[in-house]
């Protein structure tokens, strides 16, 4: 059973399926016939990045994925070449990066999976089911009890659904699996938070061949001193996607001066170009993130039984670094290998190998995040004798376009951020310097 269809939920549906007899996957929306921006995700209009690591797993858990996307019209581009990365006020250095990136709109994405997951025979979908709560069955001697169903309202009835043999909570930022456990007496599970209050404001455009020079978009980061940013995307229907971000009372404006005197002040003109020159395309749209929050279910003293968290519900990362569907999906993958290795202790393995995994994202965020002093978090566990080295990378990259292919290796989480470490780059970090 699986509670919410969003790209986690149905990816772990996807892995469920291999596994299980029947999955059933609980969702509170009505699920549109198209693709869609829909109530249920509210960042869905805005710009959603499927790093090049997150492309690869998608296709190993949807043979084909790609291909799809790609006759839908999703623009398929390498990381590199394709698109302009600005970083700490440089752009980095242009070259083939061997690494390919698609860029989906949300809508078109979530609907591509969720057509292809409820195709599966043993998969039913079932929308407006909205979950309240857990529900437990008899406890085995000695162990800490199992989850077995949950308890929903449909059509505005309460009703509970049990006999489920794994629950996974997919249900996203605003998950409340934690404070259910609690209430069945489990111990309050630990969280990290990085606050940011990060504001963002969206719109689409109609995109020609002769926009930034036929690149696939531009990708503007914000670093201390500089709390604005901004990422323009190509997406299906020949649009442009733009998302200009604001941190710690950087709000951008919605209208059309606004939102151009805002970006005024980016390190690269492309941004101002579009909103400018293009024509837009239906109404901007505004959202808010104030934290990076990471719920910490592998130090549960007692994990219960038949119950897995995944996706935003577990660990919801700053959108500006668009980690989260590639996470899922790594997730997904890695539910799909320990059901097949047939681990007893389940829910335990799953915690532990899904927070090593979310180690080398969440290190991102941190490393990143913190280097702003607004930034509210736990800087204790921040390594910063690395910093310097760091920083003269990131200015060798906009003139090595080798030493660029590897911090966009780590950003599209190819390779762990030790990679940037390795002596070949070392010395070429040392030799510009």
Request: charged share 25%.
């Amino acid at each position: 059973m699986v509670v919410g269809a969003s790209v986690a939920g149905l990816l772990a549906a996807r892995s469920l399926s291999e596994s299980f007899e029947e999955v059933l996957v609980l969702e509170r929306d009505e699920l549109p016939d198209l693709p869609m921006v829909r109530k249920g995700v509210p960042q869905s209009g805005h710009v959603h990045g499927l790093l090049a690591r997150g492309r690869e797993a998608m296709d190993e858990l949807l043979e084909g994925f790609s291909e799809e996307l790609t006759r839908l019209g999703a623009p398929v581009f390498d990381v590199q070449e394709g698109l302009q990365w600005w970083v700490d006020g440089r752009p980095l250095a242009a070259g083939p990066s061997g690494m390919l990136a698609m860029a989906p709109s949300r809508p078109l994405l979530e609907f591509t999976v969720r057509r292809r997951v409820a195709a599966l025979a043993n998969v039913r979908i079932r929308a407006d089911h909205v979950v309240t709560g857990l529900v437990t069955g008899p406890t085995d001697a000695g162990g800490d009890g199992r989850i077995t169903g949950v308890q929903v309202v449909r059509g505005g009835r309460p009703a509970v659904i049990e006999g489920a043999d794994l629950v996974v909570d997919a249900s996203g930022r605003g998950a409340r699996s934690r404070y259910w456990l609690e209430q069945l007496g489990f111990e309050p599970v630990d969280e990290e938070r990085i606050e940011t209050q990060v504001t963002y404001v969206t719109r689409r455009y109609r995109r020609h061949p002769f926009h930034l020079e036929g690149r696939c978009g531009t990708s503007v980061g914000s670093y201390p001193g500089k709390p604005r940013s901004a990422f323009v995307l190509a997406q299906e229907d020949d649009s442009w996607i733009a998302t200009i971000t604001g941190r710690f009372g950087e709000v951008p404006p919605t209208d059309d001066q606004g939102m151009l005197d805002f970006v005024a002040d980016l390190d690269s003109p492309d941004v101002a170009t579009v909103i400018r020159d293009a024509e837009p395309l239906g109404e901007p749209l505004k959202m808010r993130s104030p934290a990076s929050v990471r719920v910490r279910y592998d130090r549960m003293p007692r994990i219960p039984e038949g119950f897995l968290v995944v996706g935003d519900a577990m660990c919801a990362f700053n959108p500006v670094y668009g980690q989260g569907m590639t996470v899922a999906a790594l997730e997904a993958l890695l539910l799909a290998r320990l059901l097949k290795e047939g681990t007893e202790d389940l829910s335990r393995a799953f915690f532990a190998e899904a927070s090593a995994l979310i180690d080398v994202p969440w290190s991102i965020v941190v490393s990143t995040d913190l280097r702003f002093p607004q930034a509210v978090g736990d800087r204790s566990t921040l390594d910063t004798t690395h910093e310097p080295y760091l920083a003269r990378l990131r200015r060798a990259a906009a003139q090595d376009p080798e030493l660029a292919t590897a911090f966009l290796r780590v950003a599209q989480l190819m390779d762990p951020p030790s990679a940037l470490f390795a002596p070949a780059i070392v010395s070429r970090v040392e030799t510009a310097a």
